[in-house]
């Protein structure tokens, strides 16, 4: 699994101070930047913290490159609406070279791993026969149809690509690029860095905390699960262990701010 930062707004957090800034006092747009010192930054911040007024967070974002996850992982962050998503297509992209991520708890059971990555492999075998046959058999209908044989060919390998993509397995391996705004972070870090929530997703939210919070570090100060700053809301859902949750997200702060 690989997250990279690979664009951000720039000085995130004097930007949502000037827009703050804006909101509560009788700004201009020409001079809104002046005098946002750090500590008047800071302050704005706070006040926004204070007062639950979000929206002004939302002018500052992050853009990650996510490699190394699997297929579903992508069908639980795309839950996540308020974001921007650019995903390897399989449909125009054929996994010639098959990669899948394996579970930790399948990875921990040789037995099952073997069993896990026999079936893994089937399912490449499979795909690339399936893909294959379809492309063959497309491109004869498409030459007798009077295209010259490699723009048929061309055109019956994507055909091929978007019906033989229905046996690829869950844990074939995706990459993409993700934006998202501090407040959607915030809620993605609330619920994602949850122990509840899916070890993969929660690796990779873990990942962006580390990577945003020395950026933001007033935006982010408070960010990961819900039971940091308040009673765990999972009711009797709960894990349990708040408090090696709390330590947890101590020590990945202060090795993120601090190294």
Known sequence: M??????????PERTVAAAAKLCYSDAHIETLLDGLTPEKTAAFLQKLSDLGHASPIEHASFTFGIEGVSRA?????????????????????????????????IEAVPE???????????????????????????????MAQGLPEKAARA???????????????????????????????????NLRCCERAQWEIRAVADRMLALVLPLAPHIFAAAGPRCLTGPCPEGAMCCGRQARVREKYEQLKQEALHG
């Open 73 to 105: 992982f992508l069908a639980q962050v795309t839950r996540h609406r308020i974001a921007s998503f650019s995903v390897q297509s399989q449909r125009y992209v054929r996994l010639e070279d098959f990669r899948y991520v394996i579970p930790p708890e």
């Open 2 to 11: 690989l997250v990279q930062l690979i664009a951000h707004t720039a000085e």
């Open 112 to 142: 099952a791993k073997t069993r896990f990555v026999a079936a893994m492999n089937a399912d490449a075998e499979k795909y690339l026969e399936l893909a294959r046959t379809l492309e063959d058999a497309h491109t004869r209908t498409l």
């Open 155 to 189: 055109k019956a390998a994507k055909q091929a690509n978007e019906d033989a993509r229905f046996v690829l397995p869950n844990a074939c391996e995706t990459k993409m690029v993700m934006t998202m705004n501090c407040r959607s972070l915030l809620n993605f870090f």
